[in-house]
């Protein structure tokens, strides 16, 4: 997100994994390019479409502080973050730019297509099963370990450079 200062998440509650995990690195990204954080921009709801829908309302409803950047933790939250978007005649990306976890197929149909973060399913698969066996074959003696995933960014027309 070139030149983007005001960028805020919309994620799902820290207790479901993955939006735990996707807010961490939000703010791991946001410190690595000295991007100050700022609660008014990290918006939590339900991990689905109302949940998206309603977290861009409030993005909207304060103008003065509205950010140039979101990140959206899921497919289905950005759709539902897209309808509030296009009952608010927002343009994408002129208004605000828009980076979307999930590279889903359905994706393509959305005008201007969405940049999105997507891990490899087969990966995260792979990763799982060799934990599983590696912990059967040790007889439950190896501990919590973490196992990062390659992403891959696909960058679309729902981004601009500032």
Do not use: W
Request: charged share 25%; hydrophobic share 40%.
């Amino acid at each position: 997100l070139k030149g983007h200062k005001k960028i805020a998440i919309i994620t799902g509650e820290e207790e479901n994994f993955s939006a735990g995990e996707r807010l961490k690195g939000y703010k791991n990204a946001m410190k690595d390019h000295k991007i100050p954080i700022f609660d008014r921009y990290i918006y939590k709801n339900s991990y689905d479409l109302e949940g998206g829908y309603n977290s861009f309302k409030k993005i909207i409803s304060d103008k003065k502080n509205m950010p140039t950047a979101v990140l959206i933790s899921n497919y289905f939250m950005a759709v539902g973050a897209i309808i509030a978007i296009n009952e608010n005649n927002i343009s994408i990306p002129d208004d605000i730019s828009i980076i979307c976890f999930d590279d889903l197929e359905l994706s393509k149909v959305f005008k201007p297509k969405l940049t999105s973060v997507s891990q490899s399913s087969k990966g995260i698969g792979m990763n799982a099963a060799k934990m599983l066996l590696d912990r059967i074959d040790s007889n439950n003696k190896i501990g919590t370990r973490t196992v990062r995933v390659p992403v891959k960014i696909t960058v679309n027309d729902s981004i601009k450079a500032l």
